[in-house]
Structure formats: C-alpha cells, structure tokens
C-alpha cells in the first residue's frame, strides 16, 4: 500500500515520475531545428536515464531494461528517414535497442568480470597482494605502497576496478585486525583508502583495466574510425596512471597522520599468511601461466591481428573448459554481476543511437556551441570540456552512465567543433580520464563504497584526499597534454 511508504521510497517515486514526464516532453516538444524526429526521441530517453541514474530512482539493471525498451518503442514508431518514409518498425528498431550486446566494448567487459571471478574463485589474488607486501616490508608507509603497486599490478590480471577492490579491501582489513590497529586509526583510514583510490586510478592505464575504458574506444571508433589496440592505450595511458599512484601515495603519507612507523611483528604475520596457504596449486599455476600469455596477445595484437575481444573470449573458454580449465560454468556463473553487463549494454545502446541520431552533434551545438566554444583553439576547448566533465561528473554515482551519456555527447560537440584538424579521437581518449582520476565522493564509484563501506574513514578524510587529488591529478593531466601525448601525436 502506498501509505506504507517511507519517506525514501516517495522520493523515488516522484524522482520516476520526473524522468518519465521528461522524456515525455522532449518526445512531444515541437520539432527542432537540425533535429531528426529519431534525433528527439533518443535526446528524450536520454534525459530518461540522467534523472533516474544520479536520483537512483530505480536499480541500474532496471533502468537498463527500460532504457531498452524505450529505445525499442520510440525508434520503432519514428519515421524511418525522410518525410513519407513510413516508420522504421520495431523490428528494426530491436536491433538498435539491443546493439550495445554486440559490440566490441561490452564483450571486454563481459569477459573481463568472468576473467575477475576465475581469478578470485582459485584464491590466486591473494597470494600476490601477500607477495608483495613481503617484498616492502612492514613500516607503514611501505605497507601503503605494497597495497597500491598491488593493486596496479592486479590490472593486468582482474580487468574490474570493482573486484580488484573487493578482493583487496579484506587482505588491508586482515592486516589491521592481524597488526592489532584501530579501525579508526591514521593507518587504517590510509589503506582502505589507498585500496579504493587506487582502483580506479589504476583502471585507466589499461584498456582492460576498467569498463568504461573499451567503451570509450569503442564510440571513439564509430565516430572517427580510429581504432586503440591494447599496447596503444598502455602507452598513451600508463605512464599518467603511474604519476597518479605516486601523488596518491604522497597525498595519503602526509595528509594522514600515522600513529606508529611499523607495524611490531609485520613481517612475521605476513610470512605466516603466505606460509599458510602452502604452494602454488596446480589450479594457481594455470591460470597464472593462461593470464600470462593473454597480456602477451593483448600486447602484441599489432604482429598477429587477433583482437583483444577475441583473445578473452578464448581465455575465458579455455579457463572454463573441461581437462584444461580450472573451474566450471556452475561455480563461477554465479559471482558476476549480470546487472552490470546488463548497465553496460543499455548504456552502449543509448550512446550508439545518440551518435547515430546526430542527437549528441545537435546538443552540443545548442550547448557549449552557444557560448562560442566551438570556434576556440583546441586546448580551450579541452578545458572547457575538462570543466563541464568534472561538474557533471560529481552527480553519477555510476561512471558507467557517466560514461555512456558524456563521451557520445564530448564526441557530437567535437565534430560540430569550426576548429580545423582537430585531434577528436585523442581529445575524447585523455578526456575520459577525468571521469575516473575526478571521482570525489565515495558514492561516485562502486570500489571507493567498497572501501567505505569498512568504516575506517567517512567522507571528510575521503575528500582531504580526493580534493588535492582531483586538483593536482589536473594539472598533471594538462602537462601530459602539452608534453607526453603532444609528443606521441594524440592530441
């Protein structure tokens, strides 16, 4: 009964109903200029899931469904092209609805969440977060850095920021417990965090290293043609994820105040952990040895043309496959996330169409394109995306909506941009970076909640951190783009 309704579950409600007579009115809205009938439909749905995504008036997956369905229904009764073309038809309006489970960018995520629940499923994970942390040492601050080279190095074998946090974030709980150290204490606030951070700032080195990175890319290649193999996107990526874990590392050591140098008996405990699970088992040593050999032919694609979707199809195929595998369909189906892959798909979908309508060349133009922008050099440009990015970045509690309403919209604005050569595909590559390097709140990503939700620090420890972070992270990322990237000829 509604009058059994909290307070919360009202708010959702009116937030729903908000969405719906907004798309509702975009749909009705008198024709635009420059606009197709398609163009409006999709700009309405899209305006759809802003409201219901940063209100999180409905659950992701939901939401996924009914960005999908919409899509179907609008598309299908607009007018398939000119005037007295009829309707395109739902039939043909499905396959745009549903075209984000067939691109490249949702495949490696798809492949990426299985690859992270094979890799937790043998226990592999742990034993190299103790690895490391025997290999610095126990004085605090090295314990810190242990966590975050951990975490960077776990990029290359669990492609999810989510499941690289949640596979950590119990090694730094065990340590606090295990060194006897308040949950409150300086130390404890710095590793959970330096856990959560890192995540997502480890993401963006590798194109597998977060979802949103082959997405990206994936609606770079659309629009401009210009593919970014594996080795690419490490190069451009790497060395800007790399500076970031160094400013991370110095933000928590000096930001934080730490109660005790080292840890009494640190070294003990952890050669304890490692002795305790005993050795390489020979599941350990196989998947050890087939994500090895994936990195190598994601690296080397450039040499024998096999992309990096296809070379995780297989990885995956063969980690599941009888006598060769390591683990089977019934125990690992059950640890991915489907919403998420669902999250994905829908986000592709309403990106493509928003592409493929001129929707997001339409909203750019009636935008930034009103304030001059468009006619502005390429680095003021970037800024003045960089800025709207950063403001609109702070309402998502998702980067994966984030992701699927700014880059195609980044995108429209820089082909409508008067600027001749234009480096689009490599203004929208560094640009994406800020979706991940400016999440401010611990809401705005599922890994920093996972850290959060050890209650080791609230969210004014968090922003001491994420503030100077975002700031310098900014500055870093305009010096890159006047050196490193402008020397490699991205931008």
């Not at 802003?50 to 209100?55: G, M, T, Y």
């Not at 951070?197 to 194109?207: C, H, K, M, R, V």
């Not at 006598?323 to 994905?344: A, C, E, N, Q, R």
């Amino acid at each position: 009964m509604i009058s059994d309704w909290t307070t919360k579950d009202q708010r959702k409600l009116m937030w729903l109903l908000l969405g719906l007579i907004s798309m509702l009115v975009i749909f009705f809205a008198g024709s635009a200029q420059g606009l197709s009938v398609q163009g409006q439909r999709v700009l309405g749905i899209l305006a759809f899931a802003v409201v219901v995504w940063i209100s999180q008036a409905i659950s992701y997956p939901l939401s996924a469904i009914a960005i999908i369905a919409f899509l179907i229904l609008s598309l299908g009764f607009a007018p398939a092209g000119d005037a007295g073309a009829g309707l395109l038809g739902t039939g043909k309006a499905i396959t745009m609805g549903l075209s984000g489970f067939t691109n490249s960018g949702w495949v490696l995520v798809a492949t990426g969440l299985f690859l992270s629940a094979i890799i937790v499923e043998t226990g592999l994970e742990k034993r190299m977060a103790l690895a490391i942390l025997k290999i610095f040492g126990i004085k605090t601050k090295n314990v810190i850095l242990g966590m975050i080279l951990a975490m960077y190095a776990f990029t290359f074998f669990i492609p999810s920021a989510t499941a690289r946090a949640a596979t950590l974030i119990p090694i730094a709980l065990g340590l606090i417990e295990t060194f006897k150290v308040s949950r409150k204490s300086g130390f404890a606030k710095a590793l959970t965090m330096a856990v959560g951070i890192s995540a997502t700032l480890s993401g963006i080195g590798l194109l597998t290293g977060v979802a949103q990175n082959p997405v990206t890319v994936f609606f770079v290649e659309k629009t401009t043609g210009k593919g970014t193999t594996w080795m690419e996107w490490l190069i451009i990526s790497e060395p800007f994820a790399l500076v970031l874990a160094g400013v991370l590392y110095f933000l928590l050591t000096r930001m934080i105040k730490e109660e005790i140098a080292e840890i009494p008996g640190g070294k003990e405990i952890v050669y304890k952990e490692l002795q305790e699970l005993g050795p390489m088992s020979r599941r350990e040593k196989k998947v050890f040895v087939i994500l090895v050999v994936t990195i190598i032919a994601w690296a080397t694609e450039s040499f024998h043309k096999i992309d990096a979707n296809t070379v995780s199809i297989f990885t995956v195929l063969i980690l599941l496959a009888p006598i060769v595998g390591v683990t089977d369909w019934k125990s690992v189906g059950k640890k991915v996330d489907y919403g998420t892959l669902l999250l994905f798909a829908a986000g592709i979908s309403l990106g493509e169409q928003v592409l493929r309508t001129g929707a997001a060349t339409w909203l750019a133009k009636n935008s930034l394109g009103t304030m001059g922008v468009t006619t502005m050099p390429p680095f003021l440009i970037l800024i003045s995306i960089a800025a709207a990015v950063f403001v609109i970045r702070i309402a998502f509690s998702s980067s994966t909506s984030a992701t699927a309403t700014l880059i195609p919209t980044i995108l429209g604005f820089l082909l409508s941009a008067e600027t001749p050569n234009l480096p689009i595909a490599g203004m929208a590559i560094i640009t994406s970076y800020i979706l991940l390097f400016g999440s401010l709140l611990p809401v705005n990503v599922p890994q920093t909640m996972i850290a959060y939700g050890t209650d080791t620090f609230d969210t004014t420890d968090f922003l001491k951190i994420t503030i100077p972070l975002t700031i310098i992270g900014f500055l870093i990322w305009l010096l890159f783009y006047a050196t490193y990237w402008h020397w490699l000829g991205l931008v």
